[in-house]
């Protein structure tokens, strides 16, 4: 099943720098690092990357063609990604499904720093993509919640790169451990991420991928 393809993605532009409310509530000039949004994610897509070439050497290929994307311009509008699907690698009609990692490395309000968790909608074959995504998360030990809040869900369903394919009736896994106080903040900074459940997160999008690429 070569000539199909499972698309795995996060996207690597940020805010650039920008003004914000410092402590005193003066405004001064930043940089928005993106650590979270979505270094987090883009990171996830090149370890995914390394195991499906080390899985390779060893002799294990999974059926189908799995493309990795690292997108640009998402924060001005989703264009790398909906210039993806107008010009894509393998027909977008043969494509599968798609995995998108956006902002996987903080916590959200409603779970503590020692939680693994992460938050999952699955657009398209809702109850098919969810039943693999929960027993993948059990094989981790990973909580998937597929109940998010309001904001979350509004970026999940609206505002990141799966919803060029969603719109085209391409299955989608959005995975993201969701808001938090440094959204969209210079404070976005790498000494703030969970690292451990991220690189779960990682694996779960790899067992996630490497089950759709071979059924």
Not at 45 to 72: H, L, M, N, W, Y
Not at 122 to 131: E, M
Not at 187 to 205: E, G, Q, S
């Given at each position: 099943k070569k000539e199909e393809a499972i698309v795995i993605c996060g996207h690597y532009d940020h805010l650039g720098t920008g003004y914000f409310k410092n402590d005193q509530g003066k405004f001064e000039k930043g940089v928005y690092n993106g650590a979270d949004d979505n270094a987090s994610g883009t990171?996830?897509?090149?370890?995914?990357?390394?195991?499906?070439?080390?899985?390779?050497?060893?002799?294990?290929?999974?059926?189908?063609?799995?493309?990795?994307?690292?997108?640009?311009?998402e924060e001005d509008g989703l264009i790398g990604s909906e210039y993806y699907v107008n010009k894509p690698i393998i027909p977008i009609e043969k494509t599968k499904a798609v995995?998108?990692?956006?902002?996987?490395?903080?916590?959200?309000?409603?779970?503590?720093?020692?939680?693994?968790?992460?938050?999952?909608?699955?657009?398209?074959?809702?109850?098919?993509?969810?039943?693999?995504?929960?027993?993948?998360?059990?094989?981790?030990?990973?909580?998937?919640?597929f109940t998010p809040g309001l904001k979350e869900r509004l970026l999940m369903n609206f505002g990141s790169d799966h919803r060029p394919f969603v719109t085209r009736d391409i299955p989608a896994i959005i995975l993201s451990t969701g808001d938090h106080p440094d959204y969209h903040k210079p404070?976005?900074?790498?000494?703030?991420?969970?690292?451990?459940?991220?690189?779960?997160?990682?694996?779960?999008?790899?067992l996630d991928a490497w089950s759709l690429a071979n059924e």
């Open positions: 990171a996830a897509v090149i370890e995914t990357a390394k195991v499906f070439a080390s899985a390779a050497q060893a002799g294990f290929k999974p059926k189908r063609t799995i493309i990795f994307v690292a997108f640009t311009a995995i998108n990692m956006d902002m996987i490395g903080r916590t959200n309000k409603f779970y503590q720093e020692s939680d693994k968790y992460v938050n999952s909608m699955n657009k398209r074959a809702k109850c098919k993509l969810k039943r693999l995504n929960r027993r993948n998360g059990k094989l981790l030990g990973l909580k998937i919640d404070t976005d900074d790498a000494d703030k991420i969970n690292y451990p459940r991220a690189a779960l997160i990682a694996r779960l999008a790899f």
